[in-house]
């Protein structure tokens, strides 16, 4: 009995062991090769444009390039990668960086915010874009290392002025993330020659149109591979996601049945004290591709409509822009318009910017 205990034990202890060690070293946003973060964060201090093909690990960068900063851009962007695309040339803001990260969640966009505020160097303007799942409970979003734990717990604690605020995060819930692990595997497989066959490599002169390009203010463009996809690879891609077939979909929206009070919580300190700081802010909405968003009308998700209902209410409550919205059919949108099913192409990017709906017409 006790030697099966025992056997028992052992093998939960390497399961978990090896969910913390794939997250902690292996996992796209780990704290390894930081030689080619400290590169790209000066790059792009200094103002340069950058090519890369690689993983990375994106908060990493956010918060080396904060920490070198001699003042902020006016205007700041956060979210996750749908909202990479937004350049200054789309906003039209002149003085504008993009501080997105993919897999974005609130704790993302505070511990950013949280930086700046620590450098004394804030902003006048924020962009928040604000995806249906960031309110899903049931979608782990701490996602997190230790380069933002003291940030996120310091700045937070003056946005919740309770002294054992819930939201507080730890190292040891992103080491034990099994979201974050089975991302870890497919980011493995996916760049399995590029981790042992080729070096992590940054450019300021293009090699060729495969590569990423990164922009002084922050925003990225797709490399061929993504912006070239023959249109009916990707209306295979999103007519399989609307046959509930898509794990970008399904991970981020299964058990997806209220708005989240955690996170509702999160935005309304957020948003208190980003006007009590006399900050404009805007809410940015990237809609669907027209087939996902009539998928999830149809089917439980359709909670992502509700969504946008309370974004409206809170943008009323806080004197908020919003900008964009979940629904494509708003703005005129086709499957076509999208490189997936929930990442719109660069030229519609421009469209969701534009729509706009101001307070008085809600």
Known sequence: ????????????????????????????????????????????????????????????????????????????????????????????????????????????IVA??????????LPRRVVIEISPWNFNDQYPDNRLLAIYENDYNEFYSKLDHSTDFENKISILSNALSFVLFQDSLETICKDLLNIFYVSKKLYTTKPDDTYYTKYPDGSIEYGSATTEMPYNEILDKIHQASDGNERMLSSRMQGFSEIGEKNVKQLNA?????????????????????????????????????????????????????????????IGLADT??????????????????????????
Request: glycine content about 4%; hydrophobic content about 40%; proline content about 2%.
């Open 112 to 121: 950013i915010l949280g930086m700046y505020y620590k450098r004394g160097i």
């Open 270 to 330: 957020l948003l208190s004290w980003i006007r009590e700081n006399e900050i404009d802010v805007t809410i940015y909405l990237s809609p669907f591709a027209p087939a996902i968003y009539e998928y999830c009308m149809s089917t439980d998700y359709s909670i992502v409509a509700d969504v946008e209902e309370f974004l409206v209410s809170m943008s009323n409550k806080y004197g908020a822009e919003l900008r964009g919205s979940y629904n494509p059919v708003n």
């Open 337 to 362: 318009d999208f490189y997936d099913c929930i990442h719109p192409r660069k030229e519609a990017t421009k469209s969701i910017w534009d729509y706009t709906r101001h307070n008085e017409e809600f």
């Open 1 to 108: 009995m006790l030697k099966s205990l025992r056997n028992v034990l052992l093998f939960v202890g390497s399961v978990l062991a090896t969910i913390a060690i794939t997250n902690l070293i292996i996992a796209p946003i780990s704290m390894s090769h930081q030689e080619f973060e400290n590169s790209m964060a000066a790059y792009l201090v200094n103002g340069d444009t950058i090519y890369y093909k690689t993983n990375y690990n994106e908060q990493l960068v956010q918060a080396l390039y904060i920490q070198n900063l001699d003042k902020a851009e006016i205007s700041v962007v956060l979210g996750s990668s749908r909202s990479m695309l937004l350049s200054k040339e789309i906003t039209s803001y002149e003085s504008q960086y993009n501080n997105s990260v993919s897999g974005a969640s609130f704790y993302d």
